[in-house]
């Protein structure tokens, strides 16, 4: 699975989108890229994978670049309740495991 | 509603027990997962099974054993329970095809004196 790069913290400021992204050059062709993420003292909650096209679900976006090197997940409005760590992954085709690096620490600012 | 169940929040054990964490799925996935976290190392896979009776070591087996008899349980054994096994430790579980997302439970709080 890719190694992925995040920035260890962001913020934002509540109503405006928040914009994380995800350094995954080594991702090979068949590599899916995942967004999950850990509100405090919770378990991590799946947001949104893509391999190549952008996508969208009712939770946020996902901006793949065209050489697949990097991504960005776009929460439109960030409220209060979306501050949580952010976690970027890269998953083979035929994987089952999930490879957690680090994360991002979002502060969704009042 | 999905549900990854664990069976405690939290969880103090002496040195030298041998500690049982259980998780149980109520959504028929054939995948189950078992990992540790800890400040500024992030989520680390200890085992996973894709199957009744199957297991694969994930990144830190050391110190674990898993057990998988039923498809909707999965357990994490601590033979012998040491001061650095306190940890928050995440169980989730997946379906079998592959490029589906995972789900967790909400994280056993281990504390071992």
């Known amino acids: 699975d890719a190694k992925t790069t995040q920035p260890p913290s962001m913020d934002c400021a509540e109503g405006r989108a928040a914009n994380l992204p995800c350094n995954h050059s080594?991702?090979?062709?068949?590599?899916?890229v995942y967004w999950y993420r850990q509100i405090h003292s919770q378990g991590p909650q799946y947001i949104i994978h893509?391999?190549?096209n952008n996508e969208t679900n009712e939770m946020a976006s996902l901006i793949i670049t065209e050489d697949r090197k990097s991504s960005t997940l776009i929460l439109p409005h960030a409220t209060l309740r979306d501050t949580a760590v952010y976690y970027c992954?890269?998953?083979?085709?035929?994987?089952?495991?999930?490879?957690f690096g680090k994360g991002t620490k979002l502060s969704v600012i009042p | 509603d999905v549900k990854v169940t664990q069976s405690s929040r939290y969880l103090v054990k002496r040195t030298g027990e041998k500690v049982f964490l259980e998780c149980v799925q109520d959504?028929?996935?054939?995948?189950m997962f078992w990992y540790r976290q800890d400040p500024g190392l992030g989520l680390r896979l200890i085992y996973f099974?894709?199957?009744?009776?199957?297991?694969e070591k994930g990144d830190i087996p050391e110190g674990y054993s898993v057990s998988r008899e039923k498809k909707e349980r999965f357990s994490l054994i601590l033979e012998s329970a040491s001061t650095n096994q306190t940890s928050m430790y995440l169980c989730?579980?997946?379906?079998?095809?592959?490029?589906?997302?995972?789900?967790f439970g909400q994280g056993t709080r281990l504390t071992v004196v």
């Open positions: 989730a579980s997946s379906p079998g095809q592959p490029n589906t997302e995972a789900f």
């Open positions: 080594t991702i090979s062709g068949n590599e899916y």
């Open positions: 893509g391999l190549k």
């Open positions: 992954m890269g998953r083979g085709a035929g994987s089952y495991q999930l490879t």
């Open positions: 959504m028929d996935h054939e995948n």
């Open positions: 099974s894709y199957d009744v009776k199957m297991k």
